[in-house]
């Protein structure tokens, strides 16, 4: 037998009006198209019409339910709520999580980046079969401008948002002699970044180094960017082909973690 909570009796709530509004939330998420009125929501959950009435009353005055011509829908308060729980997922351990889903003889270095201003700060990095000596070293501050994971997260703002990343300067900060120095030259590679869909760093952070990095979208409003990086010596056409393939995998794998979807260059 059910009681004014919706369950049975041998599952009494020990705070049986939390009960009730996580039903009504469950019942319209179920129904996301429909709204429904107390009478209905009653029935359906086997709740009376005055609880369901006081609870829906009380989750519209939050925010979690907007009513309708005397119906009740979700409210654009979950939204909030849904954001903040995705802010919340630890980026490293997906990052880490879906590093194990490729294969484990890749032979590659990958890594995992964010942007801080006009540098990236690297936040994780999964080794490959072959040591390389980075100066991206895992937490450490890089021009983004140099990178690859850097290029590609620059490559998704808006000419405003770059301006006030980098400043008036039109003469850009570099680490080697390959390292983009202008803004002219940076506007034309992002474009070309834009257009292939991922980012290169030819030598440019660090001699003999070469580097392909894809941005992740994330939903939670944080600018994140995966690469594979290989000494230039292995680099060739085909195995550049390979690679691309791998981090959109990677980044497709770690966009579901996430809770977003899409791939972004």
């Not at 980098?166 to 202008?182: F, I, Y």
Request: proline residues 2%; charged residues 25%; glycine residues 10%.
């Amino acid at each position: 037998m059910e009681n004014e909570t919706g369950q049975g009796d041998g599952d009494r709530s020990l705070a049986p009006a939390v009960t009730r509004a996580v039903a009504v939330l469950d019942m319209l998420a179920a129904n996301r198209e429909e709204s429904f009125g107390p009478s209905e929501l009653g029935r359906r959950l086997g709740i009376a019409k005055s609880s369901v009435s006081n609870v829906c009353h009380a989750l519209a005055q939050g925010g979690l339910l907007r009513q309708v011509d005397g119906e009740y829908c979700l409210g654009q308060r979950l939204v909030e709520y849904g954001e903040a729980y995705l802010a919340g997922v630890d980026l490293v351990q997906q990052f880490h999580a879906a590093c194990l889903e490729l294969a484990e003889d890749e032979e590659e270095t990958l890594q995992l980046a964010v942007l801080d201003g006009s540098d990236v700060v690297y936040l994780a990095r999964r080794g490959g079969g072959h040591p390389i000596r980075l100066v991206s070293e895992v937490g450490r501050h890089l021009p983004a401008t140099c990178t690859a994971v850097g290029k590609a997260m620059l490559a998704t703002l808006s000419e405003r948002e770059l301006a006030e990343r980098l400043g008036a300067d039109q003469e850009l900060r570099g680490l080697t002699a390959n390292s983009v120095r202008t803004r002219a030259e940076l506007d034309r590679q992002l474009s070309e970044i834009r257009a292939r869909g991922y980012a290169v760093d030819d030598e440019e952070a660090g001699e003999g180094i070469f580097c392909l990095a894809s941005t992740v979208p994330t939903r939670s409003g944080t600018t994140a960017a995966v690469s594979v990086t290989l000494l230039k010596a292995r680099h060739s056409r085909e195995r550049e082909q390979r690679l691309v393939e791998l981090l959109r995998k990677l980044v497709g794998d770690l966009a579901g973690r996430l809770g977003s979807t899409g791939v972004r260059g």
